[in-house]
């Protein structure tokens, strides 16, 4: 089901909130927003939201012989790019990013917040449909920037993502998690891609070394050690902006 309000703050702060209201948001159920006041992204800051491109999100259940939870951002990315390869031209450089990011040519065109709340787990994603937002530091991109022939709209956008997302997380539950790790793998940064990653209190650079068990990026650094991030951002040195 495909809940939409004209507007609202967050669309992932809206469905926090009725579960923290003791409410019942059943898997499948999708809420968008047509625009959003105050959108965030990762470590809260903020998704530029104006009318024209999609702000959704759903809950995931989490169940007890599920993988982690974290782990979901693999199979939103997934779904990102299933839907990117039905909304874009034939052979489009569609690529995902640890963690949370889908870019085409290096230029960022969606996003992805998981926020956790007891055992459910609110997946937000954004998608530039009409318009890419300027973001300072950052090229980004759109759907309809990359495909002037794309004549659907944020709704129809939704309607794929929420497809393949449904189609994802059977799987993430039904195989085992490297099956989920591997596809992500061959639509991701090649391994030997140059990054820096971690935050902004520690920033290694090196080379992309894959995936550990559990989704943690692995980091060759210049010395041959191996370093692993659990959490925070990466920048590609071949990354637009």
């Excluded at 489009?92 to 889908?102: E, F, T, Y």
């Excluded at 692995?218 to 990354?239: K, P, Q, Y």
């Amino acid at each position: 089901m495909i809940e939409t309000v004209a507007q609202t703050g967050s669309t992932n702060a809206d469905l926090l909130a009725r579960i923290a209201a003791g409410g019942q948001v059943p898997e499948g159920h999708w809420l968008r927003a047509e625009c959003q006041q105050s959108g965030r992204g990762r470590q809260g800051r903020p998704w530029i939201s104006p009318e024209g491109n999609l702000y959704c999100s759903t809950v995931v259940s989490v169940r007890e012989d599920d993988p982690t939870a974290h782990t979901l951002s693999f199979v939103a990315g997934l779904a990102c790019h299933d839907m990117l390869v039905r909304s874009l031209m034939l052979g489009a450089p569609i690529m995902l990013k640890w963690p949370n990011d889908a870019l085409v040519g290096g230029a960022k065109i969606a996003g992805i917040l998981l926020e956790r709340s007891g055992s459910s787990v609110v997946v937000g994603v954004g998608v530039n449909v009409s318009h890419a937002p300027e973001v300072p530091g950052r090229e980004t991109t759109s759907i309809a920037f990359e495909n002037p022939k794309h004549d659907g709209g944020p709704a129809s956008v939704l309607t794929i993502l929420a497809e393949s997302f449904a189609a994802r997380l059977q799987r993430w539950r039904n195989q085992p998690l490297a099956a989920t790790l591997d596809a992500w793998a061959q639509v991701a940064h090649p391994i030997g891609s140059e990054l820096t990653a971690g935050d902004e209190g520690s920033r290694v650079t090196g080379a992309f070394a894959g995936l550990d068990q559990e989704g943690a990026l692995l980091i060759r650094l210049a010395n041959g050690a191996l370093h692993t991030i659990h959490a925070g951002d990466v920048s590609l040195m071949a990354e637009r902006g």
